[in-house]
Each structure stands twice: as C-alpha cells, then as structure tokens.
C-alpha cells in the first residue's frame, strides 16, 4: 500500500545546523551531551523534548541545549530534502551518512524521493533509492507519488527509474488523478502506460491480437 499522508504517525523536524564562528562552538558538560566546534555541521534527529534536543556530529550521538541551537547556529529544516531538491549530491550523501530520515516528511507532507523526482535529479533519485529504505510510493499531502511528480515535470528517466523500483501506476492523488493523467510528455506518458499493461491493458491488447 502507499504511504498515506493523512495516516502518518507524526515525525520529528529534522534540520541541519552550521557552526560558523568559534562562538558557536559548544563543549560538553555531561557525558550524554554532544560537543562541536566552529566548521562542524550538526544533525538534528529528535526535537521532541523541548529542552534538549537529540543530534550527530562527526559519527558521534548526543543532546544539545535547544535555546543554544536556536539563538546561536545557522541552520536548514529538512536538510536531505534540500539537497534532493537542489540535486546537491554531496550534500545527500552526507545527510544519509549521518542517519537524516530517507522517509522523513516535510511541511507538504513530501519526502526527499518527491523532490528529487520532481527535480530530475538522476543521481540523487538513484541514491535515495538504493538505501533500502525508501517508500517509493509515499503520498504527500496533495496525495501525490514521487511518480505523480516526475510525470509532471515530464523527467522521463526519473519516472522510468522509479518504475523500475516498484512505483505504482494506479496510486491516486486528491483530484483522483494518477501519475498518468498529469503527464504532458510522451515519453513519461509512453513508460506508464507501458508499465501499466500488465494490470490493466493486457487484456484489451489480447482481446484486439485476436481478432486480426
């Protein structure tokens, strides 16, 4: 089944945070805190306790002060989907590295897939599904796949990619649209349905071979 964004269970924030000044460098006063130093950049994981909030710095877990993050560090929410989306595959890998979420939901309800899709970010698509863990067929708040939305920016090498990994075809957005009807390319238009034949067209194609 898709992954329905209405039905998600909630999901932390994640962000990414720079040091960029020795004044933002933080040292450690228990053993279960996380220390860094100007140059370092930081992953937030866990937001939930409105205190201290849970992260990675160079391979190493610990809590950082909330306030300290907020009113001192230079920072980006959703930090894989930004790189999915700027097609900064670089910057994706390091996010993957240092455990950011592949499934994590932005304020649209998208994942990073969605934005690499709709980015046409071949080397980021391929990445984010080579991890084992990526729900090709999650639904955004707009009840889009990432094959809605590489279907309507017309990236046919995206959309292909993605059927090759299991996309489904017959996923239905809230305009009761599938990846299909927002295609305006050819090509995009072309692999769906070609994908599509096996469950739905197959027999109609036979029925017509037979009356030649």
Not at 18 to 47: A, M, N, P, R, W
Not at 63 to 74: G, Q, R, S, T
Not at 133 to 151: I, M, P, R
Request: hydrophobic share 35%.
């Amino acid at each position: 089944m898709p992954y329905n964004y209405a039905k998600a269970t909630h999901r932390l924030m994640e962000r990414t945070v720079f040091v960029t000044t020795k004044q933002g460098s933080y040292h450690i006063i228990t053993s279960d805190e996380l220390s860094f130093d100007e140059g370092d950049t930081l992953y937030i994981t866990d937001t939930s306790n409105a205190a201290w909030w849970k992260g990675r710095c160079n391979n190493k877990t610990g809590l950082i002060p909330y306030n300290y993050v907020e009113d001192k560090l230079e920072s980006i929410d959703y930090p894989l989907h930004d790189a999915a989306k700027r097609g900064n595959i670089t910057f994706l890998e390091e996010c993957l590295t240092n455990k950011v979420s592949v499934n994590g939901l932005d304020k649209a309800g998208s994942t990073p897939l969605h934005w690499a899709a709709r980015g046409g970010h071949m080397d980021c698509l391929e990445r984010l599904l080579q991890s084992g863990k990526c729900e090709v067929n999650a639904q955004n708040k707009l009840g889009d796949t990432a094959l809605h939305s590489a279907a309507w920016k017309g990236h046919a090498q995206a959309v292909k990619m993605l059927l090759e990994k299991g996309a489904r075809t017959d996923v239905k957005n809230n305009d009761d649209k599938v990846p299909y009807d927002l295609s305006k390319d050819a090509a995009c238009s072309a692999a769906i349905r070609q994908a599509a034949m096996p469950r739905t067209l197959s027999a109609d194609y036979g029925e017509e071979g037979d009356s030649d």
